[in-house]
């Protein structure tokens, strides 16, 4: 049996798992479906409300669907509401079709042509499918030659060449039997189905808690709506439709991009979890609240419109890496609460207000007549390039504040109870309250710390490089996750997670000068060392299918530092030459793998990564035996210290099965 079609197999189990646990709508089933090709896709998505019954019970898979059916679809996958007020020659006003052209329009994935027209009756052709899904779906083109695999390639507009080579990389939309792409073919609403059954994977559009595997893309379009022990493989949508309402995400991985457009002040929670792709923020009102809480780690976080991004009792990296886009509407604020690593900034007329600490704030050139404004906590350095910049320090401490030749026309102005170690203004900007100042010169003191890591009980000293002579302080951020004695600069693990230290070094004569470096604190024992997740890819296939990849994917429960991880593998499914052992940094060094006789255990020592990353073991080529449930699970020892974690002792999260299915 070939693996595109147990590839299928598997996907079409996926979905039916996902109808019987999210939520769905009552229909009768159409007539005239139960023998076609797309039945299960059909079923799926008129399950979900999301396509629609044609008159007389029936659901006519074959024939082509029309625009107005096509937009009415894509507005219930995203739930929008915005309504453009523009006037069309070929839709009457305040009807249905009106109201979904509306819509459509406010949310920027049509438009009219130049006679002012919809065509909302016609079919839908294939290049308007294409290029109506990528904009809703925002699709990354990574490979733009894509297009030029079809036969017809030039007959494709040169506008919607992107879009169809981005359908193309991803497998959403495939050639014509003679190789060609036939961009103004009709599309069937039974092949509307199935180009949604490949694009997305979830759907959730009622309020509920959700517990699940989604292969591809996910939708979030409604408020209240808790994500749990979820892995995303693709991107997740969390789209207009949640308006100011909450989304949790609790324990979810999230692999590709995360896109968010819905929320309100009180919030996107995002609780020990890792979003790997970036964090893309478009609310269009800018009242939004971002919160990541524990054991969480976030990409890029990008900013196309105002938002408040708070950290919570954090371990891990939380919101590390943010980006200001040029999108974001002018007079939009955006708000740090949080440990925060770097802020570039490339929009213009935004407002920034810090009450954590940033290592790095960065007013790129392209910006200008940003409005920043520190209350509290600490800025390390703080960059302005971008022209008619104001930056106001009514509290807190700048390091370092340099001004560009570029940030001609800025103004800083610093309050009495506010601190600026050093100025550097090259720009000849306007600076008012300079008695605040330590120094308007180059400090000539020079201090580097290292980030390092300590098991949990155990101690170890900073690493730190400074100018001989220099009296060092330190300060914990989080003395629940890591204690330092302020003179010595002793680190005591206290729990698994990170913090940062800030040290500070003096000398009689010179601008004290401090920088910050993080702590990585590990478990040591069994008792210590968090649980993890596992997962298994594909999760069924048929006795006898050969030449099977099976993918066991472990996330330990915390960070690693020369951890060890250990995978338990069922007979019928025993490790041997050939497998592979891969971290998100690539594969591991043979030399850190072991093998037990019998090739029931694979044990890969001297792991070091954050929490959110993986070690993955990949059985390569198998024959799928006996029908039956087999069992796999994973445990681990989050570093070189205390006793190893028995393998046994994989239970729950750590543990999963496939199914191996009569043939």
Not at 154 to 177: H, W
Request: a neutral charge; glycine letters at 10%; aromatic letters at 8%.
């Amino acid at each position: 049996m070939s693996k595109k079609f147990m590839k299928s197999v598997s996907v079409a189990v996926m979905l039916l798992y996902l109808f019987l646990i999210s939520g769905t709508a009552a229909y009768a089933k159409p007539s005239d479906i139960s023998r076609h090709w797309a039945a299960a896709s059909i079923e799926n998505w008129l399950s979900k409300g999301v396509l629609k019954e044609q008159p007389a019970g029936k659901f006519r898979p074959d024939d082509a669907i029309k625009r107005i059916e096509f937009i009415a679809m894509i507005n219930s996958i995203f739930n929008y509401t915005d309504k453009s007020e523009n006037k069309f020659a070929d839709v009457i006003a305040g009807s249905d079709n009106g109201a979904e052209v509306a819509k459509a329009i406010a949310a920027g994935y049509i438009k009219a042509d130049r006679n002012n027209k919809i065509y909302p009756s016609q079919a839908l052709t294939r290049v308007d499918a294409v290029d109506m899904l990528a904009k809703v779906f925002e699709l990354e083109v990574k490979n733009t030659s894509e297009v030029n695999k079809y036969s017809d390639m030039s007959k494709i507009p040169s506008a919607s060449r992107d879009a169809v080579s981005a359908f193309t990389e991803k497998g959403f939309i495939a050639a014509r039997s003679d190789g060609s792409f036939s961009p103004y073919s009709n599309v069937t609403r039974a092949e509307t189905a199935v180009m949604l059954d490949k694009i997305m994977s979830g759907l959730f559009n009622s309020s509920g808690t959700y517990k699940l595997y989604c292969t591809s893309n996910a939708v979030v379009n409604t408020k209240d709506v808790t994500l749990k022990d979820t892995t995303v493989d693709g991107d997740l949508y969390i789209t207009e439709g949640v308006g100011d309402g909450d989304v949790t995400l609790d324990n979810v991985t999230v692999k590709g991009r995360t896109i968010i457009r819905g929320g309100g002040r009180n919030s996107i929670i995002i609780r020990n979890s890792r979003l790997a792709g970036n964090v893309i923020v478009s609310k269009k009102d800018g009242k939004i609240r971002l919160v990541a809480e524990g054991m969480t780690t976030v990409s890029t976080v990008r900013l196309n419109s105002g938002a408040i991004l708070e950290e919570y009792e954090v371990k891990l990296k939380g919101f590390d890496s943010v980006e200001l886009l040029d999108k974001i509407p002018y007079g939009q604020e955006i708000r740090f609460d949080g440990e925060f690593g770097t802020v570039n900034v490339y929009s213009g007329g935004a407002r920034i207000l810090t009450d954590g600490s940033i290592a790095r704030l960065d007013i790129k050139k392209e910006s200008e007549s940003m409005n920043i404004r520190t209350r509290s906590g600490i800025v390390k350095d703080l960059n302005i390039d971008g022209p008619k910049t104001v930056l106001t320090v009514d509290g807190g401490l700048v390091n370092s504040l340099r001004l560009g030749n570029t940030a001609k026309g800025s103004a800083v102005g610093i309050a009495a109870v506010a601190k600026v170690s050093s100025i550097s203004n090259s720009a000849g900007a306007s600076v008012k309250g300079s008695s605040s100042v330590s120094s308007s010169s180059s400090s000539s003191l020079s201090l580097t710390a290292y980030d390092v890591s300590v098991a949990k009980g155990r101690s170890r000293a900073s690493n730190v490089s400074v100018t001989s002579g220099c009296i060092l302080s330190y300060v914990s951020m989080n003395p629940e996750i890591a204690y330092v004695d302020s003179d010595t600069g002793r680190i005591y693990g206290i729990e698994a997670g990170q913090t940062q230290i800030q040290v500070t070094a003096s000398k009689q004569g010179y601008a004290s000068v401090y920088d910050l470096f993080t702590v990585t604190v590990t478990g040591d024992t069994i008792g210590s060392t968090a649980t993890g997740y596992l997962s298994i890819s594909p999760q069924n296939s048929t006795e006898g299918a050969a030449d099977i990849d099976i993918a066991l994917i472990y996330y330990p429960g915390e960070a690693l530092a020369n951890g060890t991880v250990v995978f338990s593998l069922p007979s019928g499914f025993r490790a041997q030459a050939g497998d592979q052992v891969k971290t998100n940094m690539g594969d591991v060094d043979p030399g850190q793998v072991s093998y037990s006789g019998d090739g029931s255990k694979v044990t890969v020592t001297g792991l070091y990564f954050s929490y959110g990353e993986a070690v993955a073991l990949i059985l390569k080529e198998r024959t799928i035996p006996a029908a039956g449930s087999y069992s796999f699970y994973a445990t681990a020892d989050a570093d070189g210290f205390g006793t190893l974690r028995t393998p046994s002792a994989g239970t729950g999260n750590e543990r999963v099965y496939f199914t191996s299915g009569e043939s």
